[in-house]
């Protein structure tokens, strides 16, 4: 398919949609690109190095916060952003693509968002992590995070994002309650509105080197507010 065709499955994949409210406002989309897109995609991937200098855009190490890649400090990267621009030409068609208004606008018409806002695509790795339940309320003018799972195969499916209900266990401690898993399957999409309510969470990765765990990632942010 070319560029118009590709933009046209997008859109069509993203309006049928349909938005749960179970156990928050959130969507998933299977088959989100066009197969040849993906399949490109995630060869190039898998040749990507975890210390490309040429391409990382930025590192975040656990508990110190997001750096610039150094030889010093690369080693103890838990979260790898590459620069969609600098990585090869098909993750340029992608980021084209994800950025045109016509995809942000069908992705904001799913919850009802009339706000000017910001956002882009990047290519995200993650090595380490621990993401505790949290409501990306904390991201202040956040309107949605949406994400695409870029695995080369189905074989990690347990690293998705689990959607939680929060909840008083014995009226004492906060608990959560694993009500739906977004499994880390080649080419899945979701978005999730943050709310008081968007509890999520991922199981603890550690050191991850023998499979990549890349996403594409777009967060949209008020214009107002970054």
């Known amino acids: 398919m070319n560029m118009p065709d590709n933009l046209t499955y997008i ?22 690109l066009p197969s040849n897109l993906y399949n490109r995609l ?14 990382i855009e930025k590192i975040e190490i656990v508990d110190e916060g997001e750096f610039k890649p150094t030889p010093e400090n690369i ?3 838990g979260t790898i952003t590459y620069n969609m621009y600098k990585v090869g030409n098909i993750h340029k068609e992608i980021c084209l693509l994800l950025s045109d208004d016509k995809v942000k606008e069908a992705i904001f018409s799913r919850f009802g968002i009339t706000e000017e806002a910001t956002g882009g695509a ?19 003018g956040l309107l949605l995070n949406f994400q695409v799972y870029c695995p080369i195969d189905d074989s990690h499916s347990h690293l998705g994002v ?15 309650k694993t009500v739906k898993t977004v499994p880390y399957v080649p080419n899945i999409a979701w978005c ?10 991922v199981d603890p990765i550690k050191n991850l080197t023998d499979f990549n765990r890349d996403s594409l990632m777009m967060r949209y942010y008020k214009l107002t507010i970054k």
């Open 75 to 77: 080693h103890k990267a």
């Open 11 to 32: 859109l069509s994949k993203i309006n049928k949609a349909m938005v749960s409210k179970t156990p928050f406002d959130h969507f998933i989309i299977h088959d989100f």
């Open 162 to 176: 689990n959607l939680l209900k929060k909840f008083k266990a014995f009226n004492i401690a906060n608990s959560y």
């Open 122 to 140: 990047e290519l995200v790795r993650e090595v380490n992590i621990n993401l505790l339940p949290h409501t990306d309320k904390e991201k202040p």
């Open 192 to 201: 999730i509105k943050p709310s008081d309510d968007s509890w999520h969470s």
């Open 42 to 55: 995630v060869q190039v991937n898998d040749k990507l190095a975890n210390d490309d200098f040429d391409t």
